[in-house]
T-cell receptor, first 112, second 114 residues
Framework: GENVEQHPSTLSVQEGDSAVIKCTYSDSASNYFPWYKQELGKGPQLIIDIRSNVGEKKDQRIAVTLNKTAKHFSLHITETQPEDSAVYFCAASHLGAQKLVFGQGTRLTINP | ETGVTQSPTHLIKTRGQQVTLRCSSQSGHNTVSWYQQALGQGPQFIFQYYREEENGRGNFPPRFSGLQFPNYSSELNVNALELDDSALYLC?????????????FGNGTRLTVT
């Protein structure tokens, strides 16, 4: 079955700098890759997703890149702000599947 | 647009007891998925319900069961609770089964088994 590895487990950056979180997946059939942000006491919130027919997607300060050959995808956050501090999860699936397989999470801390 | 709501928010049970968790899906969504999130881990898929039937199941024993109602709300039942069942239980709704539309999660029910 699918396995998703996420790195790093913790990341601390200065406010205004960029943050990058990386994930690899094992199932070459996966074609849907969402990213979720989870704040303390809340459920995961979808922040961006990408399908395998595109290599990059951007939404304001957030971008995701996908390398299907290498089976890895990354989340890029630019101009980080204190409110970006949270736990971020990557996930992988294919569109006909019932489940998302999540990575282990990255705790991102933005230092003022 | 009403988001996904879950109840209760917190629950404490004793080993061997049974528990029922409830979820109301986002308006317009007909699919509900349940996930278990242990402390410090990513969510793990329990099962999905689409059109009131189980539509896929993860690696969880039969004592984890569920229901979906005609209004698309859902319940997760866990029998014979074990200490390892302590976790955050997340419900997510979507449209159309599978991953054809993004999952929208509720804030979860924190279950503690003592």
């Amino acid at each position: 079955g699918e396995n998703v590895e996420q790195h790093p487990s913790t990341l601390s950056v200065q406010e205004g700098d960029s943050a990058v979180i990386k994930c690899t997946y094992s199932d070459s059939a996966s074609n849907y890759f969402p990213w979720y942000k989870q704040e303390l006491g809340k459920g995961p919130q979808l922040i961006i997703d990408i399908r395998s027919n595109v290599g990059e997607k951007k939404d304001q300060r957030i971008a995701v890149t996908l390398n299907k050959t290498a089976k890895h995808f990354s989340l890029h956050i630019t101009e980080t702000q204190p409110e970006d501090s949270a736990v971020y999860f990557c996930a992988a699936s294919h569109l006909g599947a019932q489940k998302l397989v999540f990575g282990q999470g990255t705790r991102l801390t933005i230092n003022p | 647009e009403t988001g996904v709501t879950q109840s209760p928010t917190h629950l404490i049970k004793t080993r061997g007891q049974q528990v029922t968790l409830r979820c109301s899906s986002q308006s317009g969504h007909n699919t509900v998925s349940w996930y278990q999130q242990a402390l410090g881990q990513g969510p793990q898929f329990i099962f999905q319900y689409y059109r009131e039937e189980e539509n896929g199941r993860g690696n969880f024993p039969p004592r984890f069961s569920g229901l979906q109602f005609p209004n698309y709300s859902s319940e997760l039942n866990v029998n014979a609770l074990e200490l390892d069942d302590s976790a955050l239980y997340l419900c997510a709704s979507s449209l159309g089964g599978g991953q054809r539309s993004p999952l929208h999660f509720g804030n979860g029910t924190r279950l503690t088994v003592t």
